[in-house]
């Protein structure tokens, strides 16, 4: 079993940067990070694959958000920069522990991620 928590989450003005940090109490195949605004669905947001550090974004964020992982300490950062209101969101970080959501096309289904934090607050004021 690997638990996750999430830190990080605040309030940051639109423009501004900020990180999220995700502990694993395990090593997982991959990390995930997914976000839900309010009065929506949870929707993903990016994935690292832990032995190589391959990224996959969606493509609301790329170019602004940079997810990394540290396999030693276990960690997965969400590094968002240029954040606007429209990123406001709670952000859950995922682990993939089968390796089942590098499948084709399969990194944006949550039934592939086995674990999951209990998310992190964070809002972007305009």
């Known amino acids: 079993q690997v638990q996750l928590v999430e830190s990080g989450g605040g309030l940051v003005q639109a423009g501004g940067s900020l990180r999220v940090s995700c502990a694993a109490s395990?090593?997982?195949?991959?990390m995930a990070w997914f976000r839900q605004a309010p009065g929506k669905e949870r929707e993903f947001v990016g994935t690292?694959?832990?032995?190589?550090?391959?990224?996959y974004y969606a493509d609301s964020v790329k170019g602004r958000f940079t997810i990394s992982g540290d396999n030693v300490a276990n960690m997965a950062y969400l590094q968002m920069n240029s954040l606007k209101p429209e990123d406001t969101a709670i952000y859950y970080c995922?682990?993939?522990?089968?390796?089942?959501?590098?499948?084709?096309?399969?990194?944006?289904?949550?039934?592939?991620?086995?674990?999951w934090g209990q998310g992190t607050q964070v809002t972007v004021s305009s």
């Open positions: 995922a682990a993939d522990v089968d390796g089942s959501a590098w499948y084709p096309g399969r990194f944006r289904t949550e039934d592939e991620y086995e674990y």
């Open positions: 395990g090593s997982p195949y991959a």
């Open positions: 690292v694959r832990w032995n190589d550090g391959k990224t």
